[in-house]
């Protein structure tokens, strides 16, 4: 009876770290980690916060849709007077009231000047439209980032499979080794090329679980999991769209890539540049008011120790006539910058579509090497189970059953990697549309 309750304590206590310090495991698909890192992802903070810097600079252009107001004030000593006949042969001191002051206030308020306040923030409302396409096109970088890893994290859990599934036959053809150097059938060292061979899969399967482990703390820091999140990806490698065809990816990418979109908004930039720099041949048409007040009266004499004050309101037209020669040669250079838009949205396009086709065949090459590599991996297994067969038979040495065992791991590697490339391809080929 002691002894039993002596076992349930140790039990009680061997399972505490598993009860209080598990592991949380999380099964997610790609759809799901991209949506975590849209989120959580701080580079994404960062160019969130460009486009508000972008909307304060719309409101403060509107700003100068309001009159400008100035108060001033000066306080001064004033001198005495010293006057000097004109031909300097004599002077006198007029007496000065000694403190001065002045008070103003002054309002002006542009009335016309072809449209340039408009313009200005209508060129403020589409730099804002640049950083949301900005945003846009790092939120696909972001995305393709963060399921590039969880890519990676279900291919070496795929390979960890394969090595397993592998490590189990090599233990199996080990017990029957020894099964046959115990009966004097075979020497020593067939046994240690068995060991050999499940030692050198243990490493392998270490090396993979320390990279799942890194792959996955990484992972956990940008989608704002804890680190000790275990992330099992659970994404469905069928069902992908394959027969869709390169032309609806080409006009996918025409209508959705942010890049197309921000080179068409530079274009409209140029344009409402030229027509700010056109308002310079247009003369400034402004309203003003005043009111000030100062003190002493020097205008007359004596001077008077008082105040006199006064007020003025009007309009006043302007017009800068080396802007006829000038703004010519600033409209000038405006349309060599559109031109330069425009070359530049052709080249993104050009750009983009090379990438768009290269992803797409890329994809679709992916999807027939997945099919060959299936064939391999089934005609790998079909010989290493007639090797088997042989061997333990006695028709076969070790020597050709490792090298069945090498074909057999080899190509069920290379088709989990094929299937995780498949996935691969298929994002990658939404992201050159920019709809990732």
């Known amino acids: 009876m002691v002894k039993n309750i002596k076992i349930a304590i140790y039990l009680f206590i061997g399972l505490l770290p598993a009860l209080f310090f598990s592991q949380e495991i999380k099964q997610m698909t790609a759809e799901e980690v991209?949506?975590?890192?849209l989120q959580n992802h701080y580079q994404l903070k960062v160019s969130a916060q460009n486009i508000d810097i972008a909307k304060q600079q719309t409101e403060?252009?509107?700003?100068?849709?309001l009159p400008t107001i100035t108060a001033s004030t000066s306080q001064f000593y004033l001198g005495n007077v010293v006057a000097i006949d004109k031909d300097f042969s004599s002077s006198a001191t007029v007496q000065m009231p000694h403190y001065g002051s002045s008070y103003g206030v002054q309002a002006t308020q542009l009335i016309f000047k072809g449209g340039l306040i408009n313009k200005s923030i209508e060129l403020a409302g589409l730099r804002e439209q640049l950083s949301e396409l900005d945003l846009e096109k790092n939120k696909q970088d972001v995305k393709?980032?963060?399921?590039?890893?969880?890519?990676?994290?279900?291919?070496?859990?795929?390979q960890e499979k394969v090595l397993q599934n592998n490590k189990k036959l090599a233990q199996q053809r080990l017990k029957n080794v020894n099964d046959f150097y115990r009966q004097g059938m075979i020497t020593r060292n067939e046994v240690i090329r068995g060991e050999l061979a499940i030692k050198n899969l243990d490493q392998n399967i270490l090396t993979l679980s320390n990279n799942r482990k890194i792959l996955n703390y990484n992972l956990n820091t940008v989608l704002g999991l804890n680190y000790d999140t275990e992330i099992v990806p659970v994404e469905d490698i069928e069902n992908k769209e394959n027969g869709i065809g390169l032309d609806y990816y080409l006009d996918l990418s025409h209508s959705k890539n942010p890049q197309i979109k921000s080179a068409e908004t530079n274009i409209a930039v140029a344009d409402k540049n030229i027509e700010i720099i056109k308002t310079d041949k247009l003369p400034t048409l402004a309203g003003f008011g005043g009111y000030s007040l100062q003190r002493p009266i020097t205008t007359r004499n004596p001077v008077l120790d008082m105040y006199s004050s006064g007020w003025q309101g009007g309009v006043s037209l302007t017009y800068n006539i080396d802007n006829l020669y000038k703004t010519k040669e600033r409209v000038k250079l405006g349309e060599i910058q559109k031109n330069q838009a425009g070359d530049a949205k052709t080249l993104v396009q050009q750009n983009l579509d090379m990438a768009v086709n290269a992803a797409y065949t890329k994809y679709q090459e992916?999807?027939?090497q997945a099919d060959i590599l299936n064939d391999a991996k089934n005609l790998a297994d079909?010989?290493?189970?007639?090797?088997?067969a042989k061997y333990l038979n006695q028709l076969a040495v070790q020597a050709e059953m490792i090298d069945a065992q090498n074909q057999k791991l080899q190509s069920e590697l290379d088709f989990a990697n094929a299937e995780i490339n498949v996935l691969y391809q298929y994002y990658n080929l939404l992201k050159s549309t920019g709809t990732l």
């Not at 403060?60 to 849709?65: E, F, G, R, S, V």
């Not at 393709?144 to 795929?158: A, E, M, Q």
């Not at 079909?382 to 088997?388: A, G, L, V």
Request: no cysteine; hydrophobic share 45%.
């Open 382 to 388: 079909e010989n290493y189970k007639i090797t088997e």
């Open 34 to 37: 991209a949506q975590l890192a």
């Open 144 to 158: 393709f980032l963060v399921i590039s890893n969880y890519l990676d994290i279900y291919k070496i859990i795929n």
């Open 60 to 65: 403060i252009t509107k700003l100068q849709k």
């Open 366 to 368: 992916a999807i027939q």
